[in-house]
């Protein structure tokens, strides 16, 4: 008799375990991740030839929302499938970033049209207005006697993009 208690309280641990060991299986399997449609949070730090050119290290982290475009392609892909604590550093092409740069978006501007009062200097960034009232970057490019050149493409066109990535929330 007390063999068989002893076997049946034996037997009862061990599934008591199994159990256990499978909910807890089935719970991280369940652990929500970055997909299409959820709203996420992450911080991550942006170089370009090995120099620092954005982060959100001490900075309010990004949300955006999967699937929506709010994000260069390549991130956007590259975070897809990740969970909440993960970390991943990840290299975006041109392509999978923001593009290369377009000759003929390189323009000569009359000085009239541009904001007067201001020296306008080879290399200083201005801000244009977008098609839907974002702000864009612009560079300068050259300064001729009544023209201004401007480089209309994205500051990082053309260029390799090095993201280091953690995961913060998924709602």
């Not at 599934?15 to 807890?24: G, P, Q, T, V, Y």
């Not at 999967?66 to 041109?94: D, I, R, T």
Request: glycine fraction near 8%; charged fraction near 30%; hydrophobic fraction near 40%.
């Amino acid at each position: 008799m007390t063999v068989t208690v002893l076997f049946f309280c034996l037997m009862a641990l061990f599934f008591c375990d199994r159990l256990a060991w499978s909910a807890e299986k089935t719970k991280t399997a369940q652990a929500p991740v970055v997909s299409e449609g959820k709203t996420f949070t992450v911080e991550y730090t942006l170089k370009v030839d090995g120099k620092i050119v954005d982060s959100t290290k001490g900075k309010k982290p990004l949300e955006f929302k999967g699937g929506s475009h709010q994000v260069v392609p390549g991130f956007e892909k590259a975070v897809m499938g990740m969970k909440v604590g993960e970390k991943k550093s990840f290299k975006l092409s041109p392509k999978e970033g923001y593009g290369m740069e377009k000759p003929d978006a390189i323009r000569e501007i009359p000085k009239s049209k541009l904001p007067p009062g201001k020296e306008l200097k080879e290399g200083m960034t201005l801000y244009a207005k977008g098609k839907s009232g974002q702000s864009l970057p612009v560079r300068i490019v050259k300064v001729k006697k009544d023209v201004v050149v401007i480089n209309f493409n994205h500051p990082l066109a053309g260029r390799t993009l090095n993201f280091d990535v953690k995961v913060l929330e998924i709602k």
